[in-house]
């Protein structure tokens, strides 16, 4: 009998544990935002549970209140969501026009531009506009705010929805002044009858998407990297749910059904406490151990170095599950910035000038890319499309733009090209520690000012543009190059700062930095290691998102998917290595991430339209015709 109990014990011992196992593992697995939110529940839950108060004493600045961002359904989801219930001819065109759609829905270029950017000829574009335009909410996929209100007015069966059609196609000035006797005149209609069409019109949706969440919820990192007297520290982020005690609450011990429930109580509340602390130490320990391997990239003294599973746990002597687990969907800040990929000029001399030729470059494009240091950039002649996060800007000749420190950007012209530009680190201005930084460059660059154009139509601007011109001139005065280039740009800057409305949100430029961050993360992993066997899920778990959010990313930035990003940037590491180097074709293909030649080869062609063989020789035949063909970035 004795020994029956104590087997029974055991195995209810042994179910205890698999259960806190479990919910360990769980734990672990948790970011900060899903611990938070199961503390909470907890809290409420369970009455032997609770805070300590006393590691918050003294604390003014800390909110106790979890405070949690629900993520509201956004226009991307609504009309996805009605794409996959339908049955569409061309699906992957329509979803991209649904990525290429403003926060109010509209979209930004002509359909030429469309065609161009998705290798679509117009009639396939134009259907394809058609079946979006045909989503709910009525106004979307519309080029401007006539064709917005006609898109609506179409699917309305309001009795005077012609005569509002005909308004807003006809007349749209007179109803802007709302000058109704005119209009009634000027069609040959009844005024009660044009009074109920501009009513008509007036109950419409200027802006259909604006509706709908456009921003993701900010990033709440899990860990973050610090510096102190010592060097780098590793720090967690949520000290509230790592401070979690048993409840000194008494009850009636002498009931053996409150002594029951107590017992389930107080043992759920342990094994919360337990479990949490393990996560802490887990965490704790295993991003101190990446902070060892890569502490040379933290401190911007050199790149990345090539890290796994294995090489953790072996150091750790932790399973690499439990790793794998551990790193799942976290983030990690480092003091607020975020690593840069590439710097320009030299550390004595952080400035670098180039000019370039769109039409030397593949595909009459300078891929998307991003820097530390900020960019201006003119156009010389041409017309350049820049895409600048999810937004794509058209300059014309004459026109310029400033680019602002890590922002995701590219340039592209579909003929011609000319854009001399230049980057520029803040501290080229003045010394980081100095005041002039601190009052005058800071402000900016941390600022939500992401971009802003230059044209001459304002006195400043032009100002703007005249000064960048004598800052590319004086490039070619080896003299008085560098104290001349310091100087005038201590000139634009001023001139930059005086004008620019760092307090207006409607004069500022912006994209949405949380998505943003994501996709460079995911651009970086791949550009570093492009050359490895990569997979979709690789990809995405390497910053803890779903395979679906890193196609959602690439999509709205890129317009391509993770996986065609990377067979392009190796296909674009190989033509590199054609042009700059001897070594053989099958040599670049290994290199550039291809284990199969002929895979490559047929790759290769189907991009550039030449071998690889043919593509080297007819770059060198160029080259030693004209070596200032060579470029730069």
């Given at each position: 009998m004795k020994y029956q109990t104590t087997q029974a014990q055991k195995q209810k011992q042994k179910q205890i544990y698999a259960k806190q196992q479990i919910q360990e593992l769980r734990l672990l697995e948790m970011g900060s935002d899903e611990l938070s939110s199961l503390v909470e529940l907890e809290l409420e839950n369970n009455p032997f549970l609770e805070?300590?108060?006393?590691?918050?004493?003294?604390?003014?600045?800390?909110?106790?209140?979890?405070?949690?961002?629900?993520?509201?359904?956004?226009?991307?989801?609504?009309?996805?969501?009605?794409?996959?219930?339908?049955?569409?001819?061309?699906?992957?065109?329509?979803?991209?026009?649904i990525l290429l759609l403003d926060s109010n829905g509209y979209l930004n270029m002509t359909l030429d531009e469309i065609c161009r950017l998705l290798n679509s000829d117009v009639k396939t574009a134009e259907r394809a506009l058609a079946d979006l335009r045909s989503f709910e909410p009525y106004g979307i996929g519309a080029f401007n705010l006539k064709d917005c209100l006609i898109l609506?007015?179409?699917?309305?069966?309001?009795?005077?929805?012609?005569?509002?059609?005909?308004?807003?196609?006809?007349?749209?000035?007179?109803?802007?002044?709302?000058?109704?006797?005119?209009?009634?005149?000027?069609?040959?209609e009844e005024l009660d009858d044009v009074v109920k069409a501009v009513a008509l019109i007036r109950s419409l949706d200027p802006k259909p998407g604006a509706r709908y969440a456009s921003m993701s919820p900010p990033i709440e990192p899990d860990v973050i990297i610090k510096h102190n007297d010592e060097g780098l520290c590793v720090e967690l982020k949520d000290r509230a749910v790592y401070h979690l005690?048993?409840?000194?609450?008494?009850?009636?011990?002498?009931?053996?059904?409150?002594?029951?429930?107590?017992?389930?109580?107080?043992?759920?509340?342990?094994?919360?406490?337990?479990?949490?602390?393990?996560?802490?130490?887990?965490?704790?320990?295993?991003?101190?151990?990446?902070?060892?391997?890569?502490?040379?990239?933290?401190?911007?003294?050199?790149d990345l170095k090539p890290m796994s599973l294995k090489m953790l746990s072996n150091a750790l002597n932790l399973n690499e599950s439990t790793i794998s687990r551990c790193i799942k969907d976290k983030t990690l800040q480092f003091d607020g910035q975020f690593m840069e990929i590439k710097q320009h000029g030299s550390s004595d001399y952080p400035f670098q000038y180039y000019y370039d030729n769109l039409e030397l470059f593949d595909f009459h494009c300078i891929e998307w890319h991003w820097h530390r240091e900020f960019e201006f950039l003119y156009v010389e002649s041409g017309q350049v499309t820049c895409g600048i996060g999810e937004k794509q800007i058209i300059l014309s000749e004459g026109e310029a733009i400033f680019i602002n420190s890590k922002i995701l950007h590219r340039f592209y012209a579909s003929s011609g090209g000319i854009i001399p530009n230049f980057v520029c680190m803040p501290e080229f201005i003045a010394p980081e520690n100095s005041l002039i930084y601190k009052k005058y460059i800071l402000p900016i660059i941390s600022s939500n000012i992401y971009f802003r154009c230059f044209q001459t139509d304002e006195l400043w601007q032009t100002k703007i543009i005249q000064t960048m011109i004598k800052i590319m001139k004086i490039q070619e005065n080896e003299k008085i190059r560098e104290l001349a280039t310091l100087a005038l740009m201590q000139d634009l800057w001023l001139t930059f700062y005086e004008n620019v409305k760092l307090s207006d949100k409607g004069d500022v430029q912006t994209v949405d930095e949380v998505a943003q961050k994501r996709?460079?993360?995911?651009?970086?992993?791949?550009?570093e290691n492009y050359n490895h066997n990569l997979s979709l899920d690789e990809i995405s778990s390497h910053i803890g998102i779903s395979k679906s959010?890193?196609?959602?990313?690439?999509?709205?930035?890129?317009?391509?998917?993770?996986?065609?990003?990377?067979?392009?940037?190796?296909?674009?590491?190989?033509?590199?290595?054609?042009?700059?180097?001897?070594?053989?074709?099958?040599?670049?293909?290994?290199?550039?991430?291809?284990?199969?030649?002929?895979?490559?080869?047929?790759?290769?062609?189907?991009r550039y339209h030449l071998t690889p063989s043919e593509y080297r020789c007819t770059c060198l035949k160029l080259l030693s015709a004209d070596p200032s063909l060579q470029t730069h970035k």
């Open positions: 805070m300590d108060d006393n590691y918050f004493k003294g604390d003014p600045d800390f909110d106790l209140i979890l405070n949690y961002i629900q993520q509201e359904e956004t226009l991307t989801d609504v009309l996805m969501s009605q794409l996959r219930i339908g049955d569409y001819e061309d699906e992957r065109l329509i979803e991209a026009l609506q007015l179409i699917h309305s069966d309001n009795i005077y929805a012609d005569l509002a059609i005909e308004i807003v196609e006809q007349e749209l000035e007179l109803l802007a002044e709302n000058k109704l006797k005119q209009l009634a005149v000027k069609l040959k005690q048993i409840s000194t609450i008494c009850l009636d011990d002498e009931d053996e059904n409150v002594k029951a429930v107590r017992k389930k109580y107080v043992l759920d509340a342990q094994q919360l406490i337990s479990g949490i602390t393990r996560r802490c130490s887990t965490l704790l320990n295993v991003m101190a151990q990446i902070l060892i391997i890569q502490e040379a990239y933290f401190l911007h003294q050199g996709i460079q993360l995911i651009m970086q992993y791949i550009h959010t890193a196609l959602n990313l690439f999509h709205r930035f890129l317009h391509t998917t993770p996986v065609n990003y990377l067979i392009g940037y190796r296909l674009q590491a190989a033509s590199w290595l054609l042009k700059n180097t001897n070594k053989k074709v099958k040599t670049i293909a290994y290199e550039s991430g291809f284990h199969n030649v002929d895979y490559f080869c047929r790759l290769f062609k189907k």
